[in-house]
T-cell receptor, first 113, second 115 residues
């Protein structure tokens, strides 16, 4: 299994809603990532988990809360988002060593109304 | 630090060639190339690890000049399916006891191939 599975593919939420994005991989990768991508922009790193511990938080607002329950799962909890948070959210994984490719999930297209 | 990509956009007719460049002011460990179509996730093309390394993938190849911290992606005899946005991602040397360093992506090059 060489896939990263993300759900849901599309999400529309109001500014008072709480929702979660889910990501799963079974490749034994010990590094997992959340990227945010706005239209016509490159993916921007949000969080990195290494061995299920948060190793990098790129000054992301607290309305985004990541969680790594085990080595295969990565969640992103969303609460009180703003319309400007609408974007494509990409999960990725890789081995925890240099020079390895990122395996991206298909992404969640999020719209905040 | 974000790598610099050029050009920002290019339009090709089928069968024409193109070169996309990526440069960094920092010493690089590797350069990754991805292609992304609208609304989809980036698709991996190749990684270059060593100075002077060149790799090929069908009619798409790339080189990495470690001394200049530059990489180029070569698209030959372009096809309609090559249309999309091309991103380079750069990786710094792994930190001791910390594993890899995350990719930082350039701003992208929008490639349009027309019939």
């Amino acid at each position: 299994d060489t896939e990263v599975t993300q759900t849901p593919k599309h999400l529309v939420m109001g500014m008072t809603n709480k929702k979660s994005l889910k990501c799963e991989q079974h490749m034994g990768h010990r590094a997992m990532y959340w990227y945010k991508q706005k239209a016509k922009k490159p993916p921007e790193l949000m969080f990195v988990y290494s061995y299920e511990k948060l190793s990098i938080n790129e000054s992301v607002p607290s309305r985004f809360s990541p969680e790594c329950p085990n080595s295969s799962l990565l969640n992103l909890h969303l609460h009180a988002l703003q319309p400007e948070d609408s974007a494509l959210y990409l999960c990725a994984s890789s081995p925890l060593r240099g020079g390895e490719k990122l395996f991206f999930g298909s992404g969640t297209q999020l719209s905040v109304l | 630090q974000q790598p610099v990509q050029s050009p920002q956009a290019v339009i090709l007719r089928e069968g024409e060639d193109a070169v996309i460049n990526c440069s960094s002011s920092k010493a690089l460990y590797s350069v990754h190339w991805y292609r992304q179509k609208h609304g989809e996730a980036p698709v991996f093309l190749m990684i270059l690890l060593k100075g002077g390394e060149q790799k090929g993938h069908e009619k798409i190849s790339a080189s990495f000049n470690e001394k200049k911290q530059q990489s180029s992606l070569y698209l030959t005899a372009s096809q309609l399916s090559y249309s999309g946005t091309y991103f380079c991602g750069t990786e710094m040397a792994p930190k001791p006891n910390s594993g890899n360093t995350p990719l930082v992506f350039g701003k992208g090059t929008r490639l349009s191939v027309i019939a």
